[in-house]
């Protein structure tokens, strides 16, 4: 077996031995490669490349259970050490910094220029940019200001063979005419390395209230689309449905200028409810996700979605008016009684237009996708970029 040096050579990238808490899905590194710059991520793929080695990057690890068990992996790329913000052009609107930043300290850097990047993704204290694009997590506020991929300006990458690529900000340098920002915000480490990400900021909210009510689950659908064309311009509407046999809880956002009026006039349109500076404890939460279930979904399946995760037991959180809610089962299952679960959710929202994804389990019997109508497209791209499997191989749908 090959130790250390022998694998990284003179490259001069700090490694080390790697333990049980370093598992990627159950899956044990070998080695774990604290890299502190993008040259260095460069030259570890470069070397890693060579051997055969697969790297699977890792950000603050508190999404490495997403996704299947990689086929193999002998290298977690650590990106911990990558943690500065390079630039932050306020008068602009602009920030650039490294993958490894966590939101937590992105945020509060931001705040004290008065301005914010507009994404409210889960575990905010040790989510990383990189992690946060790699997966594409989305929060409650994308329904005014959009998803990572929308507010993402420029990213910079390390593909698998160690080369550097840049595109959009202030640099660009595409491969092969690809956008590399779309693709790969989403990816799951599978294509490459994200090193740094320049984002398109907003200014902080003058102010803040949320109306909060409790609905039936004949509520939703018509509340949600009223709430959408609203002229009181929501930024976020939330769901949060703990028993299937309980009521909903329902949370709008009013965000910015006679922010207190504004929140009002929801109130009115909802029918009930309240008015309150302080958001619900469960806001733009995922508490737990040993089992995950994301659902996408047109907003006219609403209420299809909702009798689905009631049929097949699952506690349900998201926006009704994004399409794209969270569900975990509301009690422990076993593998045969979540595999079912899924299915039966999956026939009912498919029907409707919508899409099933399985982001954590910890069976290998449950069908984590479904059908992909753009596997074979996804599966060149994959080949393109990564045609040694050596990026975090078989983690994402179709075993890619």
């Known amino acids: 077996m090959l130790d250390d040096s022998d694998v990284l050579g003179d490259i001069g990238v700090t490694v080390r031995q790697a333990g049980a808490e370093?598992?990627?899905s159950g899956v044990r590194p070998r080695w774990v490669a604290l890299p502190e710059s993008v040259e260095e991520v460069a030259a570890l793929l470069r070397a890693c490349a060579e051997r055969d080695l697969a790297v699977v990057p890792a950000g603050g690890g508190t999404k490495l259970h997403w996704g299947r068990p990689p086929e193999r992996c002998d290298v977690l790329l650590d990106m911990c050490c990558m943690n500065e913000i390079l630039e932050h052009a306020a008068g602009d609107l602009v920030v650039r910094t490294q993958a490894g930043v966590t939101m937590e300290a992105l945020a509060a850097a931001l705040a004290e220029q008065?301005?914010?990047?507009?994404?409210?993704?889960?575990?905010?204290?040790?989510?990383t940019v990189g992690g946060t694009l790699?997966?594409?997590?989305a929060g409650p506020r994308a329904f005014r200001y959009g998803?990572?991929?929308?507010?993402?300006?420029?990213?910079?990458v390390v593909l698998p063979d160690g080369t550097i690529a840049k595109s959009g900000g202030k640099v660009v340098k595409n491969v092969a005419g690809y956008d590399l920002g779309k693709l790969f915000t989403g990816s799951q480490g599978t294509l490459g390395v994200i090193a740094e990400a320049t984002f398109r900021l907003h200014p902080l909210p003058a102010d803040r209230r949320w109306v909060t009510?409790?609905?039936?689950?004949?509520?939703?659908?018509p509340?949600?689309?009223?709430?959408?064309?609203?002229?009181?311009e929501p930024s976020a509407v939330e769901v949060d449905w703990p028993d299937p046999a309980g009521p909903i809880s329902l949370a709008v956002l009013v965000e910015g200028t006679e922010a207190e009026a504004r929140a009002l006039a929801v109130r009115e349109l909802v029918g009930k409810g309240s008015v309150t500076g302080e958001r619900p404890s469960w806001w733009g939460l995922i508490q737990r996700d040993e089992v995950l279930v994301e659902v996408r979904f047109p907003t006219t399946a609403t209420r299809a979605v909702l009798d689905a995760a009631a049929e097949t037991g699952f506690a349900l959180r998201g926006s009704p008016v994004t399409g794209r809610v969270l569900l975990e089962p509301w009690r422990p299952v076993g593998e045969s009684e979540l595999a079912a679960a899924v299915s039966g959710l999956r026939a009912t929202v498919e029907s409707?237009?919508?899409r099933v994804n399985v982001l954590a389990a910890p069976y290998a019997g449950v069908e984590r996708w479904g059908q992909v109508s753009g596997l074979p497209l996804m599966r060149r791209v994959k080949e393109r970029f990564d045609p040694g499997r050596v990026m975090s191989p078989g983690r994402f749908l179709g075993g890619i």
């Open 22 to 24: 370093d598992a990627v």
């Open 114 to 127: 008065g301005q914010e990047l507009a994404l409210d993704p889960p575990f905010a204290e040790h989510t």
């Open 134 to 137: 790699a997966t594409a997590t």
């Open 147 to 156: 998803t990572a991929r929308d507010l993402l300006i420029g990213i910079t």
């Open 213 to 221: 009510a409790e609905l039936d689950r004949a509520e939703v659908a």
């Open 223 to 232: 509340v949600a689309a009223a709430l959408a064309a609203s002229q009181a």
């Open 352 to 354: 409707a237009g919508g």
